[in-house]
C-alpha cells in the first residue's frame, strides 16, 4: 500500500504527558510545548502515549484526549505526529487506532500485549494485523520494546513477510540494543522501503552505521538539537565530529543512568530545560528527587547543555 506522506525519518520526539500536581493531565502547555520541539530543538516528528508519555497509565478516554490536543496543536507546525495505540486489551487498541484516524493522526504504533503474551511471531502478527486493519488508512509501526514487554520474539523474524499480512506495516521502533537483530532488520529488507527508528538514545550512532532512517527517544525532548548536529555530521560522513557529539550526548546520560533515570527523571529534566512545567508522574511512578534534579542540573551546565544564565535557554552548544 503506497502512502502519499513522505516516509517517518529523523528525529522523533517521545512526547512527556504533562501533569498537574494532583495527577490530572495538563493539556494547557502542549502548544507551548510543541513550539519548543520545533524552535529550540530542532524536532518536527512526534511520538504520542508511548512510554515516555505514560500512555499505559492513563485511562483510554485520557489517551483520546491527550491525542486530539497533539495533533490539534501541530497542525501546521509538525511533520509528523504518530499515536501509540498499543493495549492489553485489543478492542481498546482497535478504539484508538480507528480514533487516531479519525484526527487525523499520521501514524499508528503497537507494541506486544505483555501480560497474557504472544509466544510466536504468527500470533503476534494475528494481534497486531487486527489493530492495523482498525485504522487501514494510516501507517502502522511495531514497537519493539522487549526489555519492558518481556515479549522476546526477534524483530528480524516478524519482518519477514510482514508486508503480506499487513499492508499498511511501514516500519518499526526498535528499542532494545541488539544490534545484531536490528542490523539484520535493515539487510533483509533493503527492497522494502520501511522506517527504521532506533529507540536507545545513548547507541543511535551505531544504529545509523546499520542503516538506521531514524530515531525515537525521550532525550529529543531537550538534546534534540546536539542529536540533530551529529545527525548532520553523520550525513556529511564526518564520523569523528558524529563521534563526539554521540559521547558528549553518553556523557550525560551515564551520569543520570547511575543516579537511577526513567520517564520521572526525564519529566524532571524537561520542566529543567524547557521551563514548560511537566509536573510528576502518575503513579506507581514515583516524582524525582530534588537531588536528582539538582546533581542533572549541574551536569548539563558542565556539559555546555544548560546555559548558566537562563534554564529556559534552549541553546544547546557543542561540547567537546
Known amino acids: 500500500m503506497a502512502f502519499p506522506k513522505k516516509k517517518l525519518q529523523g528525529l522523533v520526539a517521545a512526547t512527556i504527558t504533562p501533569m498537574t500536581e494532583n495527577g490530572e493531565i495538563n493539556f494547557s502547555v502542549i502548544g507551548q510545548y510543541v513550539d519548543y520541539l520545533v524552535k529550540e530543538q530542532g524536532v518536527k516528528n512526534i511520538f504520542v502515549n508511548g512510554t515516555t508519555g505514560e500512555g499505559l497509565s492513563l485511562s483510554i478516554s485520557e489517551r483520546r484526549?491527550?491525542?486530539?490536543?497533539?495533533?490539534?496543536?501541530?497542525?501546521?507546525?509538525?511533520?509528523?505526529?504518530?499515536?501509540?495505540?498499543?493495549?492489553?486489551?485489543?478492542?481498546?487498541?482497535?478504539?484508538?487506532?480507528?480514533?487516531?484516524?479519525?484526527?487525523?493522526?499520521?501514524?499508528?504504533?503497537?507494541?506486544?500485549?505483555?501480560?497474557?503474551?504472544?509466544?510466536?511471531?504468527?500470533?503476534?502478527?494475528?494481534?497486531?494485523?487486527?489493530?492495523?486493519a482498525a485504522a487501514p488508512a494510516l501507517p502502522f509501526y511495531y514497537y519493539h520494546i522487549p526489555a519492558l514487554t518481556g515479549v522476546k520474539i526477534r524483530a528480524e523474524e516478524l519482518l519477514d513477510g510482514i508486508q503480506d499480512k499487513i499492508p499498511t506495516f511501514q516500519g518499526l521502533k526498535?528499542?532494545?540494543?541488539?544490534?545484531?537483530?536490528?542490523?539484520?532488520?535493515?539487510?533483509?529488507?533493503?527492497?522494502?522501503?520501511?522506517?527504521?527508528?532506533?529507540?536507545?538514545?545513548?547507541?543511535?550512532?551505531?544504529?545509523?552505521?546499520m542503516g538506521a532512517t531514524g530515531a525515537v527517544g525521550s532525550t529529543y525532548n531537550y538534546l534534540g538539537k546536539k542529536t540533530n548536529q551529529m545527525l548532520e555530521a553523520f550525513e556529511r560522513?564526518?564520523?569523528?565530529?558524529?563521534?563526539?557529539?554521540?559521547?558528549?550526548?553518553?556523557?550525560?546520560?551515564?551520569?543520570?543512568?547511575?543516579?537511577?533515570?526513567?520517564?520521572?527523571?526525564?519529566?524532571?529534566?524537561?520542566?529543567?530545560?524547557?521551563?514548560?512545567?511537566?509536573?510528576?508522574?502518575?503513579?506507581?511512578?514515583?516524582?524525582?528527587?530534588?537531588?536528582f534534579t539538582d546533581s542533572a542540573e549541574a551536569k548539563l551546565k558542565s556539559l555546555d547543555f544548560l546555559s548558566f544564565t537562563d534554564l529556559k535557554d534552549g541553546s544547546l552548544e557543542a561540547s567537546s
Not at 501541530?74 to 486489551?89: R, T
Not at 500485549?113 to 494475528?126: A, S
Not at 520517564?263 to 537531588?291: D, F, N
Open 65 to 132: 484526549k491527550v491525542a486530539e490536543e497533539w495533533v490539534t496543536k501541530g497542525k501546521d507546525k509538525l511533520d509528523q505526529v504518530v499515536i501509540h495505540v498499543g493495549a492489553l486489551s485489543l478492542k481498546e487498541s482497535q478504539e484508538l487506532a480507528q480514533h487516531a484516524a479519525e484526527i487525523g493522526a499520521d501514524g499508528i504504533a503497537v507494541i506486544a500485549p505483555f501480560f497474557l503474551k504472544p509466544w510466536t511471531k504468527d500470533i503476534l502478527i494475528n494481534f497486531l494485523k487486527e489493530v492495523a
Open 237 to 291: 560522513k564526518d564520523l569523528s565530529l558524529a563521534l563526539n557529539y554521540q559521547f558528549c550526548i553518553q556523557r550525560f546520560i551515564n551520569f543520570v543512568v547511575k543516579l537511577g533515570f526513567g520517564v520521572s527523571q526525564t519529566k524532571a529534566i524537561m520542566t529543567l530545560v524547557s521551563g514548560i512545567p511537566m509536573g510528576p508522574p502518575r503513579l506507581p511512578l514515583q516524582k524525582a528527587s530534588r537531588e
Open 174 to 209: 526498535f528499542s532494545d540494543t541488539d544490534l545484531l537483530d536490528f542490523g539484520q532488520c535493515v539487510d533483509q529488507n533493503r527492497q522494502q522501503q520501511f522506517a527504521f527508528l532506533f529507540g536507545v538514545d545513548e547507541q543511535l550512532l551505531s544504529a545509523l552505521v
